[in-house]
């Protein structure tokens, strides 16, 4: 049963985005896709922490094929004596990828800038093949082009809370994504 609408919604919520259950039809239709482009392969899921958890749970119960999951966390400079995109590896993977077909679990890819910080590492390491998968895709941000090969839902240029997004921390656990009030933007 559907729980939007109940006291839970906290008042930094403009509107609801993507309900619980579309979350869940789109998850299903990636992970078919997922299915379908690595059959015959043993894939390994790497999530990006925090954001990716909810999203990455729950595209692994949709996928049929046989899946090893890792996770990495990465920290980034944003203040005023550092350029935007400064990315660096806080908690590293626990196990090496060489040789491993690997899938990059991202909640948003906005300016693309972790992404290819993130695909530069990994890519060094000799995985035997490394791709995207993205739950949200803020496409009108990008700053540099990256490859996504596969993405639940394209979003407008508005800040976003739930499924995994935080605002301050908070939110991760809204089972829907929303469009945060103006006032309360990060
Ligand atoms: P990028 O390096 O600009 O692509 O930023 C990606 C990261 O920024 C994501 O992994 C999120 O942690 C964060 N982020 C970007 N947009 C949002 C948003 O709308 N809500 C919450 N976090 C966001």
């Known amino acids: 049963m559907s729980r939007e609408g109940m006291s839970k919604d906290p008042p930094a919520i403009e509107r609801i985005l993507f309900t619980e259950e579309q979350i869940a039809q789109r998850i299903h239709e990636v992970a078919a896709e997922i299915d379908e482009r690595y059959r015959g392969k043993p894939l390994k899921?790497?999530?990006?922490?925090?954001?990716?958890?909810?999203?990455?749970?729950?595209?692994?119960?949709?996928?049929?094929?046989?899946?090893?999951?890792?996770?990495?966390?990465?920290?980034?400079?944003?203040?005023?004596?550092?350029?935007?995109?400064?990315?660096?590896?806080?908690?590293?993977?626990?196990?090496?990828?060489?040789?491993?077909?690997?899938?990059?679990?991202?909640?948003?890819v906005d300016t693309g800038l972790t992404l290819r910080y993130l695909l530069q590492a990994l890519s060094s390491r000799g995985p035997n093949s490394l791709a995207v998968c993205t739950f949200l895709d803020r496409n009108s941000r990008r700053l540099v082009q990256i490859p996504v090969e596969f993405r639940c839902f394209e979003i407008p240029d508005r800040f976003v809370i739930g499924f995994g997004l935080d605002h301050n921390q908070l939110y991760r656990n809204l089972s829907y994504v929303a469009v945060m009030k103006p006032d309360k933007n990060a």
């Open 45 to 108: 899921l790497v999530g990006v922490l925090k954001g990716s958890v909810f999203f990455l749970t729950a595209l692994a119960r949709q996928i049929q094929i046989p899946v090893k999951i890792d996770f990495l966390a990465i920290s980034t400079f944003s203040n005023k004596s550092s350029a935007p995109g400064i990315v660096r590896i806080a908690k590293d993977l626990d196990e090496p990828i060489e040789n491993e077909d690997v899938l990059l679990v991202e909640d948003i």
